[in-house]
């Protein structure tokens, strides 16, 4: 059975651009490959025409994948979600114990993780450790440090 996977409009949105370009300028380009290639001879001993039709049966994998995860995604209505606990797609300031330093994470789904914008996989191991907590829960999460207490400052959207 396929996974659901859940998404922004965003996210969403942006998947379905990727398999447009896929679809269109990718597919065109490689089945111009192919027929250069195909103009050129002897197939059977033609690297160009291989390394072609192998680039083809990734590309369509690649589609085929792409299509998949549309057909089963959800999207998340964001304004729906609260914020009196941690869930995917809230903004979470925390404070690490130890050294005292914040920092503010959005969750998000793996596919839309992007760490430079400060957006953590739902599957992290952060995030995993704040699911479910409160603002003033103490988290203990487990990174490749030790384990780290961080105390839930704000939870948001």
């Known amino acids: 059975m396929p996974e659901t996977q859940y998404f922004t409009q965003e996210g969403l949105d942006n998947l379905r651009e990727e398999l447009r370009k896929l679809e269109t300028i990718e597919r065109s380009s490689i089945s111009q490959q192919i027929a250069e290639a195909r103009d050129k001879g002897d197939l059977s001993e033609n690297a160009e025409y291989d390394a072609a039709k192998e680039a083809q049966g990734m590309l369509e ?7 998949n995860k549309i057909i089963n995604a959800r999207v998340v209505d964001e304004t729906k979600l609260g914020v009196d606990k941690v869930l995917i797609f809230n903004k979470v300031t925390i404070k690490n114990c130890i050294n005292k330093s914040t920092m503010v ?5 793996e596919n839309e993780a992007d760490l430079k914008k400060g957006k953590i996989s739902v599957n992290s191991p952060i995030s995993r450790g704040l699911l479910g907590k409160k ?6 999460i487990k990174v490749p440090a030790g384990l780290i207490p961080f105390e839930i400052i704000e939870i948001s959207r």
């Not at 994470?105 to 789904?109: A, F, G, I, K, S």
């Open 135 to 140: 603002v003033g829960d103490i988290a203990e």
């Open 61 to 67: 994998m690649k589609i085929s994948k792409l299509q």
């Open 105 to 109: 994470y959005t969750l998000v789904p």
